[in-house]
């Protein structure tokens, strides 16, 4: 079991920058995937980017260049840097983990809300 719990989000004007943060109950060095999904309002949950346990990163098309997805092992922390904010960027943000076993446990936080607007 992993509560996650994000912080970060805000108000920024389009060409913006904030930092996410996500903070793990226990150890994430055990945890396979880490990683940032947003909902705008009226769509569906996307994925953002993820961090793999041993550093492989993915992120989708529209954030490329502009998000970087990175994880502290020791602080048990998830960060996700945004610079060059757009307005479709809006969303809220969470965070997610997934172990990988004998089933795959997917956990999220209850996440963050990121407005760009002018």
């Known amino acids: 079991q992993v509560q996650l719990v994000e912080s970060g989000g805000g108000l920024v004007q389009p060409g913006g920058s904030l930092r996410l943060s996500c903070a793990a109950s226990?150890?994430?060095?055990?945890?396979?995937?880490m990683g940032w999904y947003r909902q705008a309002p009226g769509k569906q949950r996307e994925l953002v980017a993820t961090m793999t346990s041993g550093g492989s990163t993915n992120c989708v098309d529209s954030v490329k260049g502009r998000f970087t997805i990175s994880r502290d092992n020791a602080k048990n922390m998830v960060y996700l840097q945004m610079d060059s904010l757009k307005l479709e960027d809006t969303a809220t943000y969470y965070c997610n983990a997934q172990v990988i076993g004998l089933a795959v446990k997917t956990y999220w936080g209850k996440g963050t809300l990121v407005t760009v607007s002018s």
């Open positions: 226990r150890s994430i060095s055990s945890i396979n995937i």
